[in-house]
């Protein structure tokens, strides 16, 4: 059995593999969700390259916003807060069970050298979401029910590629009936314009699934 340590070391050896990038792009749930619990949702349309779902309500374990010019970077610090929170450093002591996505909602700076505003989240479980272990320096999000526009890439997530990713999902969405209101719902939160979804550990080189979420109302804006 892994020790802490061991475990520890897993998430550190993000720090390395998250340069490299290998290009298998998963069409549908990703097969992660298979093995571990995800958030529930419904696709209830899809686009040229992206897909709209309704999530249930969610609750999510989330990190103070954290400023740095790289998302890598911030990403790295974020998980090692959550993963010290599911391995019982938290309020009640309790060890939490490994979910995905692991989550970066992303409020991007206004020049390549400024600092961007970054938030990461740990999905909680069902069984844990009526009564979250509480953790200092950490917050719960508690969602109602969201949607999302959401695009599938596969790879590891790098600083170079994520605005591009972004880019191309904003762009496949122009022209659809969902491009007001999601237009309305980034200008609604200006602390997150995007996010960021990462499925797999670290240690996964193949079928690796990450996706970009653009959140908003559908009754703001939505156009048949």
Not at 95 to 123: H, L, R, W
Request: charged share 20%.
């Amino acid at each position: 059995m892994a020790t802490d340590c061991q475990s520890r070391l897993s998430f550190l050896f993000i720090t390395t593999i998250f340069f490299i990038s290998v290009v298998v792009v998963v069409d549908g749930v990703p097969p992660s969700c298979e093995r571990i619990e995800c958030p529930s949702y419904d696709v209830v349309d899809k686009g040229n390259g992206f897909e709209i779902r309704r999530y249930n309500s969610t609750a999510w374990m989330s990190t103070p916003k954290i400023e740095n010019i790289s998302f890598v970077g911030a990403t790295r610090t974020g998980f090692l807060l959550l993963f010290d929170y599911i391995q019982g450093k938290n309020e009640y002591g309790a060890k939490i069970e490994m979910t995905a996505p692991v989550i970066t909602q992303v409020s991007p700076s206004d020049g390549p050298f400024c600092a961007s505003s970054f938030v990461v989240s740990f999905y909680v479980p069902k069984k844990n979401q009526a009564d979250t272990p509480p953790a200092e320096g950490l917050h719960v999000q508690r969602w109602g029910v969201m949607y999302a526009a959401v695009r599938q890439f596969g790879g590891f997530v790098s600083d170079d590629s994520i605005g591009g990713e972004a880019a191309a999902l904003y762009s496949d969405l122009a022209g659809s009936h969902w491009a007001s209101a999601v237009d309305k719902g980034r200008s609604a939160d200006p602390t997150s314009d995007y996010t960021v979804a990462q499925y797999n550990s670290p240690f996964e080189f193949s079928g690796r699934v990450n996706e970009i979420w653009m959140m908003f109302d559908p009754e703001d804006g939505y156009s048949s």
